[in-house]
């Protein structure tokens, strides 16, 4: 199981199994969000997730845009865009912002990128080393912890 939540952590949800893969779409919106997806249907790892959102269904509004298919929700309090739906779905959701995922390693997925904007560029790379945050160093989260 994967727990996923905005930063206020209004909104959570929860995805089982994890994920296999997360894709990096650089069209214009998800290249401003900043968000890498975990699609609830998985054509790659031909599997399926099961995916809830266990709370905040009254704390998030969507995003709609050009040919109004997909709604992107996102926290009324926070900003984070959680997820995505299809509009003649809304209740289902689509896909997960795996950035939202809480106490999960990204190396235990594959990074696919799909280039929608049709500019092979995309910011996800692994260019140079990690380097060390600035932030102090939080307690490690406890089993109810959703950051």
């Known amino acids: 199981m994967v727990r996923a939540a ?9 995805l ?3 994920p296999a ?3 990096d779409c650089n ?5 401003r969000y900043g968000v890498l997806w975990a699609y609830r ?3 790659i790892g031909k599997t399926e997730l099961s995916v809830e959102l266990v709370q905040g269904e009254d704390a998030v509004e969507a995003y709609i845009w050009g040919d109004r298919w997909i709604g992107f929700w996102r926290c009324k309090a926070c900003g984070c865009v959680t997820h ?6 809304p ?3 689509r ?3 795996a950035r939202m995922f809480v106490n999960f390693d990204p190396a235990s997925v594959i990074l696919h990128r799909s280039d929608n904007a049709h500019t092979g560029a995309f910011w996800t790379r692994p260019d140079a080393p990690i380097r060390q945050g600035g932030q102090p160093p939080m307690d490690p989260p406890g089993p109810d912890d959703w950051r």
Do not use: F, K, Y
Request: charged fraction near 15%; include cysteine; proline fraction near 6%.
């Open 6 to 14: 905005c930063h206020c952590g209004a909104v959570r949800i929860i």
């Open 16 to 18: 089982e199994p994890a």
């Open 91 to 93: 209740s289902t959701i």
């Open 41 to 43: 249907s998985d054509p």
């Open 21 to 23: 893969w997360v894709l």
């Open 95 to 97: 896909a997960v912002n």
């Open 27 to 31: 069209c214009s919106i998800c290249r």
């Open 84 to 89: 995505h739906t299809a509009l003649d779905q």
